[in-house]
């Protein structure tokens, strides 16, 4: 089945407000006869990701009205997922630190982009205290979300420099009151 990102963009910090959208976007998915496979939140609770495995998302209603403290969605967008398996991440969940994005130029097709994350995946050797997790990529190619597990946001950005792909935005991600997990 086809996986799908949603973006929700929050007022405040207000933990009650994003685990009432999460939930939501969980429920509608299994009322779609899909999954909720993992959701991260930006340190600061503005920023949540969500993404989820159905068949189509055709049937998803989200309304930003009946999610409090939710003031945009963005989304579903169909995303391909690149470095992980997905069965790994549905049954071990394990800690992820830092997600940054990155807008593709439009000349980078997906083919190109999977061919050159490959080819440079073996450079995050060079910054080894930091791991990169894995990547979600829209089928429209015109970003990525890549998620690190990392001692700090600086590490990240040398990982990333290490494989010569910018940061549009990097976020420290919230860890939860009894730490977010994948």
Request: glycine share 8%; proline share 5%.
């Amino acid at each position: 089945m086809p996986l799908y990102l949603i973006e929700l963009t929050a007022t405040a910090a207000d933990r009650p407000a994003v685990e009432a959208a999460i939930t939501e976007v969980g429920r509608q998915a299994a009322a779609l006869g899909g999954e909720l496979i993992e959701s991260q939140v930006t340190g600061d609770l503005s920023q949540v990701y969500v993404v989820i495995e159905a068949a189509s998302c055709a049937g998803l209603r989200l309304d930003q009205k009946a999610l409090p403290g939710i003031t945009a969605i963005a989304g579903p967008d169909e995303v391909r997922l690149v470095g992980a398996d997905l069965a790994d991440i549905k049954s071990a969940k394990g800690r992820v630190g830092y997600l940054v994005e990155w807008d593709i130029p439009e000349d980078l097709g997906m083919e190109d982009y999977l061919a050159r994350k490959k080819a440079k995946a073996p450079l995050y050797a060079e910054v080894p205290e930091v791991s990169f997790l894995r990547t979600y990529v829209r089928e429209d190619t015109s970003k990525c979300l890549c998620l690190y597990d990392g001692p700090d946001e600086s590490a990240v950005r040398r990982a990333r420099a290490a494989v010569s792909t910018p940061v549009s935005r990097l976020y420290a991600l919230d860890q939860g009151p009894e730490g977010r997990e994948g």
